[in-house]
């Protein structure tokens, strides 16, 4: 019997934190959502009244069942009111050191037996776990960008994750309607190991003026079927987070293709970070 797990705590609410939050609601379940100070839980709140007002609009939720997902939602920045959470998603920037100190104290707040997931893109669920006196629960829970829509979850176990633990994430990952993979504690996991060489090529091309970025991302919506271009994909990714995740793959598998093109860091100090700031490759309203 899988453990059935009710109140769930997420811990960063940025896009996908948001996201996270969004769909734990929606399935009904109860969600203590933390973030650093006000400023960000208004930020949070705000990504969440965005998706669900558009989900209103469509029909996809009626008006009771959109005030219900609110309620289900409370704020805090108090990370000591995660204390009852069965399971915790922390969502937070990719920094395997505020990721390992906020996993050493969550240890000492939540349960004995509660979950520690983090949806880290490409750091080690190992590095992070052992921070933690309960390295046998901490597992990686990776959702994809935007998380109200995308099906697939990454559940990355480490060589000392409880295989009960797993069984019980996969299980909770088909309760939020999302479709399961399971793999080992390596940088990119599946998706990103894979997505990551093809948008570093693609920026590769666009600096080398090899085509316009129009082009470069019609010929994969138009010749591969791909539901958005990589240059606008990785606008949605976010440029920070995924020069993060290159760094991160190209340490571990020093396959050049992994290397970040110069450009995307320049991109970054100039804050053209996609869409989060109105501009990456492309420009938002
Ligand atoms: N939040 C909630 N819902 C959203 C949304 C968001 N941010 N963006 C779009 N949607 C919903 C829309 O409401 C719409 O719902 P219906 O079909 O029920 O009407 C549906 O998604 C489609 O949206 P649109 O019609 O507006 O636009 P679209 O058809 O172009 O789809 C898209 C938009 C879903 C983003 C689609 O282009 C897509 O899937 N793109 C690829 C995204 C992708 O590859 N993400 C993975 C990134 S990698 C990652 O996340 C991992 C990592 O670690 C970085």
Known sequence: ????????????????????????????????????????????????????????????????????????????????????????????????????????????????????????????????????????????LHFFNPAPVLKLTEIVRTVVTEPDVVADVVEFAKRLGKEPVVMGDRAGFIANALLFGYLNHAVSMYEQKYATREDLDAAMRFGCGYPMGPLALLDLIGLDTAYEILETMYAQSRNRLHAPSPILKQMITAGLLGRKTGRGFYTYD
């Open 1 to 140: 019997m899988a453990r059935e797990f009710s109140t769930i705590g997420v811990v960063g609410l940025g896009t996908m934190g948001a996201g996270i939050a969004e769909v734990l609601a929606r399935t009904g379940l109860t969600v203590v959502a933390v973030e650093v100070d006000e400023a960000g839980i208004e930020r949070g709140k705000g990504h969440i009244t965005h998706s669900t007002a558009r989900a209103l609009a469509k029909g996809k939720l009626d008006e009771a069942a959109h005030a219900e997902v609110h309620s289900r939602i409370s704020y805090t920045t108090e990370l000591a009111d995660l204390a009852d959470a069965d399971l915790v998603i922390e969502a937070i920037p990719e920094s395997l050191a505020d990721k390992a100190a906020l996993f050493a104290e969550l240890d000492k707040i939540v349960k004995p037996e509660a979950i520690l997931a983090s949806n880290t893109s490409s750091l080690s669920i190992t590095e992070i776990g052992v921070h933690t006196g309960r390295p046998g629960k901490v597992v990686g």
